[in-house]
C-alpha cells in the first residue's frame, strides 16, 4: 500500500495531554496535521490511518486519562480519503484491505476504556466525517463551511462507518440526506449549524474560542454534569419508508446508471437489522466492488478535472498581459443581462451600466437585478451595507455614452449576426482602444462578429451558460484577431467571477452546444422517422444525465434550439440536420414541450407525428453515443479545444453532466463505443485531467 501510495501528503496525528477544567481529568487531544496550510487540507491515506492508530495506541495503553478527543488544523478537520493512489490499485484484495484498514482504525474511537470527543473545527467530508462518527460525542464550530458525505457523487460509499453509524445516530431520512441526496444535488454541502440542527453534533460552539469550549463541554460530560439525550431512532417503518423515498429518487434521476448511490441505499436499507461488524463488513465489500469500477475511475477523472484542470486552464495567456477591469458594460437589459450585471457587480464589485432601446425595457432590466439583490439579502447572502453598495452598482442608460469609461463591454442581445455586428459598431464608437468588447453569443462566428471593427483584436467570445448563477462554465472564444491581452483580460476576469474557462477555437456553437445539438437531434431525428416522442426520450436514460433532451429542448427553448440547429447545419451538412417538426413546432408558437403535469404536450405530440421507421431505444442510444464519438474526433482534429478533459469539462460544468461519466470520453472509452466508431481510445492511457 505504501509503494501504491507513494505521492501520500501523510496527516499526522499529534497527541498531547489536556488538562481538563473542573477537575475532570487528563485528556488527550489529538490534531490531525499534515503539515500544510489549509489550502492542502488533512486526508487519511495509509500513512495518515496508521498515524491515527499511533496515537489511540498510546491512548489506549494509559489508564490516567479521563477522556480523548479528536480536532484539526486550523480550518480543516479531515476531507477523506487520500484517493491519490485508487486509480494504481490492482485487484479487488488491495481495495478491499484499503476499506478494512479505515475500519480497523476508526472504530477504535468509540471502542476505547474512555468517552471519545470529534472537535469537528473545520471542513470535514468522506472519511473525516466518519471518523467524527466512530467518536461516543461530537461538537462543531458554527463556522464549518463545508460538512458532508460526498462519496456518491464520485462512485463509492462512505465506506468507514459512514451508511452504518449515521443513520442510527439521526435516522434513516436525515441520514439519506447526506449519503444520497445532496451527493446527487450537484454534491451539496451543510454548514455548522446545520450539522448541529440535524443531530450529528451533541453541541456548537463559536470558532473563536472552538477548541477550549469544547474542552469545557467535554469536562462537563466527564463530570456527569452534562447528560447527552439523543432521540431513540426508529428502525421499523420510519426507516423502510426514508429507503423507499431515497430510493424512487435515485431511480428517477439516475435509471440505473451509476451503481455507487443505489449500493449505498442498499447498505443502509440492511443497516436498520446488522450489527456493526457486519455493517462494516458490507462496506468493505462495497469499497472492493466500487473501487475497481469504470464508474470511478471516470469519477475520480471527473474530480480532477474540476478541481486541477479548472484552475489552470489550457491555452491560458500570461496573466500579467490581463488589464484591470474598474466598469462593466452590458448591452441589453433581458434575463440573460440581468443575470450577467447581476455576476459582474458581485463579484468583481464594480460599477455596472446596461443599456437597452427604451426606457421600459431598461427599467425592468434594472429592476430585474436590485430585486434579485433583495432576495440575497432576505436570504442572509449579504448585508444590508453590501446590498445598497451593489444597488447602487447597477444602473442603466439609453445612450451607450455611458460605456464611455468601461473596461470590459459584453453584449447579451438577439443571436444575429447582423444586430451584433452594429452593437459593436456603436460600442466601438464611444469606448477606449484598449476597452475589451466580450460577446455572449452561444453559436455565432466571433471573427465575423468583429470583422467589421477599426479594432477587432479585442474581442472575444465570453459563452455563459443559464442560468449563468449556478453553472460554471465560461467558453472562452479566440477570434481569429483576438489577441493576447483581450484572452488573458478575459481569463483574468472569468476567474474573478469564479467561473470554469475553457478556451475554445472559434468554431460554429463552440463545444457544449455543437455536442448538445449533434445529441438532441439524433433524438429528434428518431421522432421524425416515426418513434414515438417519449420512446425517443427516454432511450438516454441509461446515462443519468440531468434532464431528457426533450426536457432540454424546452429549457433552451424550442426558437433558441432551432437557429442553433440551423447554424450547425450549415456549417456542417453531413453531419447536422434540422427537424422539419421541430421547425413546425416553432412556426406554431410553441414555447413548451411538456404541459404542467409533465406529460408531452398534445399538440406537441401531434406536431411529432409521422413517419414509418420508428427504432428502439437501445438504436436510438447507439446512434446517439456514437455521433458524440465521431464529433469529438472531429472537433479534437480541428483543436476546438486542446484535449479530450476539455470536452468532458465542459459537458460537467457547462452541462451538468454525470461524474460518473467522465463527462463523457471516458464513458465513450470503457464502453466500447471509442473503438468502433474511431477505432482508437480517446485515453488509450487511461484517464488524466492535466
Known sequence: MSELFADEVVTTALSRDVELPYGAGTAVLITLDNGHDHTKPNTFGPGGLLSLNEAIDAAAARTDIAAVAVTGKPFIFAVGADLSGVPLLQNRDQAHAIGKLGHDVMRRLGELHVPTFAFVNGAAMGGGVEAALHCTYRTVSSGVPAFALPEAFLGLVPGWGGTYLLPHLIGAEKALKLIIENPLNQNKMIKGPQVRELGIADAMFEPADFVEESLRWAAKV??????????EVDTGEAWDQAVAGARFMVDGKLHGAAPAPVRALDLVAAAKDRGRDEGFAAEDDALADLIMSDQLKAGLYAFDLVQKRAKRPAGAPDKSLARKVNKVGVVGAGLMAGQLALLF???????????????????????????????????GRVSQDKANRLKAQVTGSLTKDAFSDADFVIEAVFEKMEVKQQVFAEVEAVVSPEAILATNTSSLSVTEMASKLEHPERVVGFHFFNP???????????????DEAALATAFATAKKLKKTAVLCKDAPAFVVNRLLTL?????????EEGTEPETADRAVAPLGLPMSPLLLLQLVGPAVALHVSETLAGAFPDRFSVSDQHRRMVEAGKTEVFGPDFQLDPEVKELFSGGGTPSSEQEILDRALEAL???????????????????????????GWPFHLGGITPYLDYSGVSERVNGAKFHPEGYKAL
Not at 466527564?222 to 432521540?231: A, C, F, Q, S, Y
Not at 445529441?519 to 421522432?527: S, T
Not at 464519438?629 to 452541462?655: H, Q, S, W, Y
Open 222 to 231: 466527564v463530570k456527569g454534569d452534562i447528560t447527552v439525550e439523543r432521540p
Open 345 to 379: 457587480a458581485r463579484r468583481l464589485d464594480v460599477p455596472v451600466v446596461l443599456t437597452d432601446l427604451d426606457q421600459e425595457r431598461l427599467d425592468k432590466g434594472v429592476g430585474y437585478v436590485h430585486g434579485e439583490i433583495d432576495k440575497l439579502l432576505a436570504k
Open 468 to 482: 449563468v448563477a449556478v453553472l460554471p462554465l465560461l467558453e472562452l472564444v479566440r477570434g481569429e484577431q483576438t
Open 519 to 527: 445529441f438532441m437531434g439524433e433524438v429528434l431525428g428518431a421522432v
Open 629 to 655: 464519438a465521431k464529433e469529438i474526433r472531429i472537433m479534437l482534429d480541428e483543436g476546438v479545444v486542446a484535449e479530450a478533459a476539455d470536452i468532458d469539462l465542459c459537458l460537467i460544468t457547462g452541462a
